[in-house]
C-alpha cells in the first residue's frame, strides 16, 4: 500500500489529528498537511513513518496519551 494511503487510514483508524501524527512520527506537525500538499516522502523517512506506524501500540501501552 502507497504511504499516503496507509497514513490516512492509520489516521482515521487511531483518531489521531494529522499534526500529532507527524509531531510524534517525524517531529514534523506540518507533514500530513505537505503530505497531501504534494510533499514527496523520502525513503529514509517513509521507513521512519512505517516502523512508528506499525509500533504505535506498544509505544502507547507504556506512554498515554
Same mark, same amino acid.
Given at each position: 500500500m *502507497? #504511504? %499516503?494511503r496507509?497514513?490516512e !487510514?492509520?489516521?482515521?483508524?487511531? /483518531? =489521531? $489529528? $494529522?499534526t500529532?501524527?507527524?509531531r =510524534? &512520527? &517525524?517531529g514534523?506537525?506540518r =507533514?500530513?498537511l505537505d503530505i497531501?500538499? /504534494? !510533499?514527496? #516522502? !523520502?525513503p529514509e523517512m517513509e +521507513?521512519k513513518? !512505517?516502523h512508528? +506506524?506499525s509500533?504505535? /501500540?506498544?509505544? %502507547?501501552?507504556? *506512554?498515554p #496519551?
Open positions: *502507497h #504511504i %499516503t496507509q497514513i !487510514r492509520f489516521l482515521r483508524d487511531q /483518531g =489521531l $489529528p $494529522p500529532k501524527f507527524g =510524534l &512520527a &517525524a514534523d506537525p =507533514l500530513v497531501r500538499m /504534494g !510533499r514527496e #516522502i !523520502r +521507513m513513518l !512505517r512508528f +506506524m509500533n504505535y /501500540g506498544e509505544q %502507547t501501552d507504556r *506512554h #496519551i
